[in-house]
């Protein structure tokens, strides 16, 4: 199977995943209005950029202070 089918499938498979979890996430919200839903689900979604972003910045400093430690001896 060709590189590009195979990525194709899974951008299918995967927006196919995310359009029922978010109809999901719609029906649980059926009480409120549309956007409290959708401030719930950016919500989620920057904290996770957010943790990424912590993760990434703490790893690269470590890395930078490992290494200008090692340099010096």
């Known amino acids: 199977m060709s ?3 195979q990525t194709t ?3 299918v498979l995967s927006n196919l995943f995310m359009t029922f ?3 999901g996430h719609l029906k649980n919200f059926s009480g409120n ?3 409290i839903a959708a401030l719930a689900s950016w919500g ?3 904290s996770d950029q957010y943790r ?3 993760n ?3 790893l ?7 290494a200008g430690r090692k340099r010096a001896h």
């Open 56 to 58: 990434a910045v703490t």
């Open 21 to 23: 979890a978010w109809y």
């Open 52 to 54: 990424d972003y912590l």
């Open 3 to 5: 590189i590009f089918i």
């Open 9 to 11: 499938f899974l951008l």
């Open 44 to 46: 989620i979604a920057l």
């Open 33 to 35: 209005k549309w956007y």
């Open 60 to 66: 690269n400093l470590s890395i930078i202070l490992f």
